[in-house]
């Protein structure tokens, strides 16, 4: 395995991956990234342009992970 025989080396690495590999896995971020981007793409804004789009999902992605 790689990570055996070069991961020692690299501590910062090797905190990084477990960190990342601890994350518990789950769509449930995906699914409400995607009703978000529903809400916000509705027919009385479906003019925006899509950087303002993207921005505006962010936000409010953001805004409902710090609930």
Partial sequence: LWWNRYG???????RFAVKVLSQTCSASG???NWSVFQHIH??????????????????????RLKQ
């Fill in 30 to 32: 995906c699914e409400r």
């Fill in 8 to 14: 020692f080396d690299c501590p910062n690495l090797a």
């Fill in 42 to 63: 509705s027919k009385k804004r479906n003019r925006l342009e899509h950087k303002r789009l993207n921005d505006l999902v962010f936000v409010r992605y953001n805004m």
